[in-house]
């Protein structure tokens, strides 16, 4: 059986991860927070619901380490609240600045 095709997702100033399995977000945010920088967006928001906090969990632990961000915290209540998080991205880079640190 042949793998499915790859999903293409618009970049956004947020990310709604609640069409996605709990073992694809990681992998997905990485991505989306990658495409995000190189768009140029500063911050971005990723919707992960309220539920039982496990899509959040996967989503705090990826953030806490993640190379592009500089932070992240709850989304305001008209924003979400506590079922989404609201990330502050690293600023791209331009040539002779160097790179941001490796994951």
Do not use: C, N
Not at 48 to 76: C, E, K, M, W, Y
């Amino acid at each position: 059986m042949e793998s499915p095709e790859p999903v293409r997702i618009p970049i956004e100033d947020a990310l709604d991860l609640h069409a996605f399995a709990p073992k694809e977000v990681a992998s997905v945010v990485d991505d989306y927070l990658r495409e995000a920088q190189r768009a140029g967006f500063r911050e971005v928001r990723l919707i992960h619901g309220r539920g039982s906090g496990t899509q959040r969990a996967i989503v705090r632990a990826l953030l806490a380490r993640h190379a592009l961000v500089t932070g992240f915290a709850d989304a305001p209540p008209d924003r979400g609240g506590w079922g989404a998080t609201v990330v502050t991205l690293r600023s791209r880079t331009t040539p002779g600045q160097g790179r941001p640190p490796a994951r």
